[in-house]
């Protein structure tokens, strides 16, 4: 039986997108997943977009996620990401605050394929 997929982007919606910088975040190699239509359309119903950050956390967020060997799992950049943003790197309240925010919608969005099935899984697939 064929599925129907599409493609997420991590970091929704692509109209809030728009610069270089921003539009690479938004395609990087982990921060794009393969799902099944009727369960993406579910997590976009259930999670509303998260804060876009702001262009010094785009450009952390981009440096970290290419040092993240993505061999080893499918989620390792999101969950390296989500890692690096909760650690309070900036020193910064406010800083600190946008990137915990960030981090943390990371680990919810993370939490939602272990309870919806991404194509690929072994559990899942006839």
Known sequence: MERDTN???I???RKNYY????KTLRS???FVLNMYAPAHR?????????VKP???IIDDIIDVS???DREENRFAVLEGAAK???SKPYGDFDLDIRALRLGRHLLQQRTYFDLHPLPGDALFEE
């Open 7 to 9: 493609k997420h982007h």
């Open 11 to 13: 970091w929704h919606e």
């Open 19 to 22: 610069t270089p910088a921003e």
């Open 28 to 30: 990087l190699g982990g």
């Open 42 to 50: 579910l997590l976009h119903a259930q999670m509303k977009p998260m």
């Open 54 to 56: 702001n262009r010094l």
């Open 66 to 68: 290419r040092t993240i």
């Open 84 to 86: 690096f943003l909760i």
